[in-house]
C-alpha cells in the first residue's frame, strides 16, 4: 500500500505564529501522551524521577540524567508529578554535524548521566539553561553550544540505525500530521481526509491504541506546549493561546483548567514564583 501524501491544515484566519528553532524551559512535571514531532528533545532531570516511554521502552531518570530523544521517534511522559528540570526543544538545523542523517538514527543507550561525561556537557547545559528565562534565548549561541554538547554525547549515545516507529503504520502517520499541525485548526474528519482513510477508522485506531479519542490527545498535546510557552515566554497568552490551535481564549482558558487545576495566567503566575 502506498503511503498517502500529507498535507497540512489550512491556516487559521489571524493564526498568532510562534516559531523558534530553540527553547529551553524549566520543568515541575511532565505528563504527555505518545507522540513524536520533527524536533530533537533533551530532558535533564533536577530531582525526583521523569518517567518516560521511548520507542516503546521505559525509562526513570533520575536526578543528573539526561534523556536524548531524536527527531520522530515516540515518546511520552507519565507519572512525573514529582519531579524537576529542563527540557531542550531544538530543529536538526542549529547542529552542525551535516555528516549524520538524523531521521535514520536512534540512541540505543538514550539515557546519560551527565557526570560521567566530558566536562563540556555540563557547561553546555548550563549556558543553554539560562536561555530559559524570556528574551535570553540567541539561536546563533545556543547552536553552538548544542553542536559542543551532541559531540561529546554521540559516541555514549550508541547510534543504531533501526527504529520501532514505522512510517508506514497509520498511527504513527496520524500522530506525525497532528505534531505538525498541531497549532493549526483540526478535526478527526480533516485529518482522516488528509490521510486518506475512513474518519470512523483514524478514531478507531486512536482509541484503540491510546486509549483516548482524537480531541483528547490533541488538546492534552496543546496544553502541555502552552505549559512551556507561558514558562519559557513572556508573549501575551492571547497570542500562546491562538499558537497552540485553541479557536479562542474562553477554550483555552476551560481546557487548560480542565487538564491542570489552574488557570493559564495563575500557572504562569505560580511558575514565574517558583523560578524566581
Sequence with gaps: MQTPSIQSAPVQPGFKSIKSNCQVFPF???????HLHANFEVVICGGGTVHATVDGREIA????????????????????????GVALSFSRELLVLQEYDFSALRPTVPALRIASLDRDVAHCL?????????????????????????????????LSETGSAVPGDLLYQAMQYISQNVSRPLSLRGTARAL?????????????????????????????????????????????????GFANLRTFDRVFAERCGCSPR???????????
Excluded: W
Design 61 to 84: 531518570l533520575s536526578a543528573g540524567e539526561m534523556l536524548v530523544i531524536f527527531p520522530g521517534t515516540l515518546h511520552s511522559y507519565d507519572r512525573s508529578e514529582g519531579c524537576r
Design 126 to 158: 548550563e549556558r543553554l539553561r539560562e536561555m530559559a528565562a524570556p528574551g535570553k534565548m540567541d539561536e546563533t549561541l545556543a547552536g553552538a553550544y548544542l553542536s559542543l554538547l551532541f559531540i561529546r554525547i554521540l559516541p555514549h549515545l550508541q
Design 196 to 244: 486518506g482513510v475512513n474518519e470512523y477508522y483514524l478514531s478507531h485506531v486512536l482509541n484503540e491504541r491510546l486509549r483516548m479519542g482524537f480531541r483528547t490527545y490533541l488538546n492534552t498535546l496543546r496544553v502541555e506546549r502552552s505549559r512551556r510557552l507561558l514558562r519559557a515566554t513572556s508573549r501575551p497568552i492571547e497570542d500562546i493561546a491562538a499558537a497552540c
Design 28 to 34: 515541575s512535571r511532565l505528563s504527555s501522551p505518545e
Design 266 to 276: 495563575e500557572f504562569r503566575r505560580a511558575a514565574m514564583e517558583s523560578d524566581g
